[in-house]
C-alpha cells in the first residue's frame, strides 16, 4: 500500500464531474491500483475514488505532478499535486480476512443448516463461499434454482450491505452462477441499512438467534 499526504486538487470525469480544490489530502493507493483520497475527517468514508480494475499513470507536466487513475468504462480521476508532504509504501501481504465473532459465526452455522429459514426450498451450496475479495457467508439456492449470496451479521448496517454488494458484483460475473440475488440476514437490520438494501434489490432478513437455535419452540407458548 502506498501512502502520500499532498496538498492536491482532484477532478473526476465519468458518469458525472466533481472537483475538489486545493488542500492537504491523504491518497491510499492500493495493491490493485484503486485510488481513494481522504481529508482528515469523515471517518473511513474516502471524498473520491476510483475502484478496481483500474490503472494509474503519473506524469509531470511543467514540474508538477499528476496521476491519471482510469477504469475500464474510461471513468478517470486526476490528481494535481502542489506539494507532497509525505510518499511511502508498505507491503501488507495478504490478508487473513475478516475473522466473525462467535455469535456471528453461530449464526452462519445455524443458518446453514435451516435453510429453510430464508424460505420454503432453500438449500446450500457451500458456507464461506471463497471469491477474490473474501469469503461468502453463505452461497444458496432458492426453490426456483437461482443462486443466493447471503451475509450474515448481528447488527446489519450499511458496511455490510456494501460488503454484499461487492460479492454480488463479482458473482455476477460468473456464468455458471449468475444471476444472483442477495440476502442481507442480521439480528437487528439499521433502516438506514434496510433502505440501501432495498434500493439494490437485496432481501432483508431478520433472524432470531434463540429460535435457531432452537430454544424458542412455538409449540410451548400459550399465546
Not at 24 to 33: C, G
Not at 72 to 91: F, P, Q, R, Y
Not at 114 to 126: Q, V
Request: aromatic letters at 4%; charged letters at 30%.
Amino acid at each position: 500500500m502506498r501512502l502520500v499526504i499532498a496538498r492536491c486538487s482532484v477532478d473526476y470525469a465519468g458518469r458525472l464531474t466533481a472537483h475538489l480544490p486545493l488542500a492537504p489530502r491523504l491518497i491510499l493507493v492500493k495493491a490493485d491500483n484503486s485510488v481513494s483520497i481522504h481529508a482528515d475527517d469523515r471517518a473511513y468514508k474516502p471524498l473520491n475514488w476510483m475502484s478496481p480494475p483500474c490503472t494509474l499513470k503519473e506524469s509531470a507536466p511543467d514540474g508538477t505532478a499528476v496521476w491519471t487513475v482510469e477504469n475500464k468504462a474510461g471513468e478517470k480521476l486526476i490528481i494535481t499535486m502542489a506539494e507532497i508532504l509525505h510518499d511511502s509504501s508498505h507491503e501488507l501481504g495478504v490478508d487473513p480476512g475478516l475473522i466473525k465473532d462467535g455469535v456471528e459465526a453461530h449464526l452462519q452455522e445455524l443458518l446453514a443448516d435451516r435453510m429453510d429459514t430464508l424460505g420454503e426450498g432453500c438449500t446450500l451450496i457451500r458456507r464461506e463461499y471463497p471469491t477474490a475479495i473474501g469469503p461468502v457467508d453463505i452461497l444458496g439456492r432458492d426453490a426456483e434454482g437461482g443462486t443466493i449470496a447471503v451475509e450474515i451479521k448481528r447488527r446489519g448496517e450499511i458496511d455490510g450491505v456494501e460488503q454484499l454488494t461487492r460479492y454480488l458484483e463479482l458473482l455476477n460475473r460468473d456464468p455458471l452462477l449468475a444471476p444472483v440475488r442477495g440476502v442481507f440476514a442480521a439480528q437487528e437490520i439499521k433502516p438506514q441499512a434496510r433502505t440501501l438494501a432495498t434500493d439494490r434489490g437485496i432481501r432483508c432478513v431478520t433472524l432470531d438467534y434463540e429460535a435457531l437455535r432452537g430454544i424458542d419452540d412455538d409449540k410451548l407458548r400459550l399465546f
